[in-house]
Each structure stands twice: as structure tokens, then as C-alpha cells.
């Protein structure tokens, strides 16, 4: 398999990819599902997973008609609930040792997560060491930009990089986009970023921005039912098996 030798930045996704928290999602949510006799399945939760939190919320409440739930008490129950875990979440394995060996070489990094600021906020406060690499460096789904979409659209990733790094990637859109223009040097500046992810629209996300996409998926995704038309330049059971020198970066110390 060829990968790109032109990377020079990385831009992580967090729930799933940094930390385990998406097992607190399902948890938390099959919860309040038990008490009207339903389920989440993991075809439901990968069209959640990179949603910002009330978009996900509908589109899980979507498949439900019947039960008598309202969006904002399935919001407050679920709020409730993993307020009470966030602080607790682990990484991941491999995230540790990655996020500090590209900060130990000045590999420039973000982090663009779905997740609100207050959540991130909470899921990250007893993990400072590794979050502090990125030093401010974060696109949050709530954050105060105008017109951003969330994942599958690039936009999430197209700000980070244009507006964390300072990377000139042009219009903040999909270059397949209607009447978006990139000139060539945007188009090779996208093509310097790499994208971390572990859910299906973030995957989606990162090709339609034009950069290099590692997916980490939950085994259970690999059994989704599929068809669109991007696909993960490399797939990865953890990012344990992450190997720098594939994508131009500098290897592991021995």
C-alpha cells in the first residue's frame, strides 16, 4: 500500500480515536432507550458519531417515532449521566505515545471534535498531559463559527488547519462543492494534512477536505452497512500500529 510522504500536519478527532468515550455514549444512551424496550444498534450510532450533540440526538430519536420521549428530557437524562463519567474517560492505547512524539518533533496538531467546548472541557481536564501538547490548538462543534457543518462536510477539518494552524487551505467548503474554487497550491496545502478518525462520517469528512485519512474504527463499523464513495487511505485497529515513517514523519525513537 502507498501512502503520501508529504505530510506535515495531523488533525485527531477525540471521541472513539483519543479517549473511550464512545462506550459511555452507548452506554448511557442504551440506558434510556431500556425503559422503552429499545436499543441502539451500531448502524444507528454511526450515523450519530461525529454529530454535534443535538443533531445526534434527533438523528437517534429519529428511529424511535413510537416511544414517548422528548428530545430535550433524552438531552438532560444523557447530559445527566455522563457528566457523572467524562471525568473518569481513558485514553486510548496509542494516543499517549503519538501525540507527544509529534509535539517532541514540532509536527504542527488539532484537535477537531464533534464534541461541545464544555464537554471537551470535562472529558479532558485529568488528561492534561497529553491535551496540553496541542496547546489551544481545538475546533469544538459548538464553537462560534458561522455556516460550519458538521461531519461528514469538511468543515471541521478545513478550520482546524486553516484557522488553528495557519494553513492555507482556501474556502472553508468540499472542493467538489458547488462554485467552491481552490487554487493548486490550496489543493497541495489540503494534501499535507492527515486526519486521525475513528468514526464514519469523520472518515468522510477528512477525504471530502482533500487530506489523507487513517481510520480507527470500532470493529462492530467494520459490519455497517456502507456506500459512499470515500475511502480511508489506511485502516487501523488502534493507533498502536500507527507507523510515522509511512507518512513521511519521523519515526519512533528505538
Known sequence: ?????????????????MIDSEKIYTDVTNEILAKYGKEMTWDIKAGCMGKPEKEAALYLL?????????LEDYLTQRNTLQDLAWPTVPLLPGVRKLVLHLKKHNIPI??????????????????????????GNVVCGDDPRSGMR?????DIFLVAAKETLGRDVGPLKG????GVEVTDAQRIERGKGLVLEDGLPGMQAGKRAGMAVVWVPDANLLDVNYS????????????????PEEWGLPPYDP
Open 1 to 17: 500500500m502507498s501512502f503520501s510522504k508529504g505530510i506535515e500536519y495531523v488533525l485527531f478527532d477525540m471521541d472513539g480515536l
Open 62 to 70: 429519529s428511529f424511535f417515532p413510537e416511544i414517548s420521549l422528548r
Open 110 to 135: 488539532a484537535v477537531a471534535t464533534g464534541s461541545r467546548r464544555r464537554n471537551y472541557e470535562m472529558k479532558t481536564s485529568h488528561l492534561s498531559e497529553v491535551f496540553g501538547c496541542f496547546e
Open 150 to 154: 458538521s461531519k461528514p462536510d469538511p
Open 175 to 178: 472542493e467538489d462543492e458547488k
Open 228 to 243: 459512499g464513495n470515500e475511502k480511508a487511505d489506511q485502516i487501523l485497529k488502534s493507533l498502536e500500529d500507527f507507523v
